[in-house]
């Protein structure tokens, strides 16, 4: 059974870190692709960062490049997302979501409808 767990959020002030990881149960990360979206409230669910599954792209949305990194660790089965820098825009719960397509490039990685199982969402308080 596919299921997804998010942990590492927490509260933290604007500037610094936290590392947030996914951990995939009834499937390998190395074959699909995955992705991290957010939701603050009152907003839409918005893409942050994706990843292919042979791990050769990556996708961050404008407002967290330089700052955010997404990787994965075969071994662990698990994807990270690297937050540097934390704005107290960055305010949001944080979901992983993977695509249900095996070993094939991510057509539109940026668009939730592309994600067929997600985790229950962690949440990212940064403040000013």
């Known amino acids: 059974q596919v299921q997804l767990v998010e942990s590492g959020g927490g509260l933290v002030q604007a500037g610094g870190s936290l590392r947030l990881s996914c951990a995939a149960f009834g499937f390998t990360v190395s074959s699909y692709g995955m992705a991290w979206f957010r939701q603050a409230p009152g907003k839409e669910r918005e893409f942050v960062s994706a990843?292919?599954?042979?791990?050769?792209?990556?996708y961050y949305t404008d407002s967290v490049k330089g700052r955010f990194t997404i990787s994965r660790d075969n071994v662990k089965n698990t994807v990270y997302l690297q937050m540097n820098s934390l704005k107290s825009e960055d305010t949001a719960v944080y979901y992983c979501a993977k695509s249900p397509r095996y070993r094939t490039a991510l057509p539109r990685p940026t668009a939730a409808e592309g994600y067929d199982y997600w985790g229950q969402g962690i949440q990212v308080t940064v403040s000013s």
């Open positions: 990843i292919t599954w042979s791990g050769g792209s990556t």
